[in-house]
């Protein structure tokens, strides 16, 4: 009752039956079938009178059905050994039938279902809770991609002869390339010539593990040949064995700021052209009011 009965109450209240594919169907029908054929044999004596060396040969058929059906293959695999154990038993058949003594076959079939139920039971309850762990995880991980996906600071992953291997959709909409076409090609594809030792020789250093980190503004062409300035961090991810795995990279797009600061800068120096020329202008002028105060003065 507590261990075939109750988990069958509760496991059937919470079961749905719309997520089983013609594939599983075919397969759930092949394990059902083989699951009462090995029971039979076992407990109907149809592989002879002294079948208990085989007693635990539907063992891996609880396992399969519980891996693969999870809390339906834990129910119907534990319900179809149960019944088939108990009703063959009843009826003298079985390596737990002992003559004259039903209730002593009856205990002996009790201890057999006690193991087998707690075995696909305990299971079933370590595969779900590896399940939640695992979707609680990949929940986490799918609202980091749509951040990352969607965030002015882009998130990638580099390899550490520059590959690209992770790249969110910002950074392919900022240099014009799809995520295919950057996924195949190495960073210095987009890097201006000018700027690729600077950002190459700091990722060496990384490598060798001179530094942990370092900042860098450079150039990218993009697709179209304009060019982008961008910021980076850049980083390194080290394995268990503080091996470096691949570069972690941060970019942000900095080609306003800079557009600005050449914009100041232009200024600046036109601003400069204009005080000097004023200034040579005045020069000028105060030059011949001394000569003409000098020539009145003369006079």
């Not at 009856?106 to 299971?123: D, E, H, K, P, R």
């Not at 014009?176 to 076409?181: F, L, S």
């Not at 942000?252 to 914009?263: C, G, M, P, S, Y």
Request: net charge negative; charged share 20%.
């Amino acid at each position: 009752g507590i261990l075939i009965a109750t988990p069958i109450l509760i496991l059937f209240s919470r079961l749905s039956f719309n997520r089983f594919s013609l594939e599983n169907i075919v397969e759930a029908s092949i394990l059902l079938i083989s699951l009462v054929v090995v029971s039979k044999m076992v407990f109907a004596q149809w592989i002879g009178n002294n079948p208990y060396p085989l007693a635990f040969l539907p063992f891996p058929l609880l396992l399969w059905a519980v891996y693969r059906y999870s809390g339906l293959g834990t129910i119907i695999s534990i319900l179809v050994v149960s019944t088939i154990s108990i009703w063959e038993t009843i009826h003298g058949k079985g390596p737990f039938y002992i003559n004259d003594e039903p209730n002593t076959s009856l205990l002996l079939v009790q201890t057999y279902l006690g193991v087998a139920s707690s075995m696909a039971l305990t299971f079933y309850t370590s595969l779900t809770e590896k399940e939640r762990v695992y979707e609680s995880l990949r929940k986490s991980e799918e609202q980091l991609t749509r951040t990352e996906e969607f965030s002015l600071i882009m998130v990638t992953h580099v390899g550490l002869d520059g590959s690209w291997l992770k790249v969110p959709q910002t950074l392919c909409d900022l240099l014009g390339y799809t995520r295919e076409e950057l996924l195949d090609q190495n960073f210095r594809f987009v890097t201006h010539p000018d700027d690729f030792m600077a950002d190459w020789s700091q990722c060496q250093r990384l490598i060798r593990g001179e530094i942990k980190s370092f900042d860098l503004e450079k150039r990218c062409i993009r697709k179209d040949g304009e060019i982008t300035w961008v910021y980076l961090n850049y980083s390194i991810v080290l394995d268990a064995q503080n091996n470096p795995v691949h570069f972690l990279n941060y970019i942000r797009d900095i080609t306003e700021r800079k557009n600005l600061e050449d914009a100041l800068k232009k200024y600046s120096g036109e601003l400069e052209d204009r005080v000097k020329e004023r200034t040579q202008a005045l020069e000028r002028s105060n030059q011949s009011l001394e000569e003409f105060a000098y020539l009145a003065s003369h006079d």
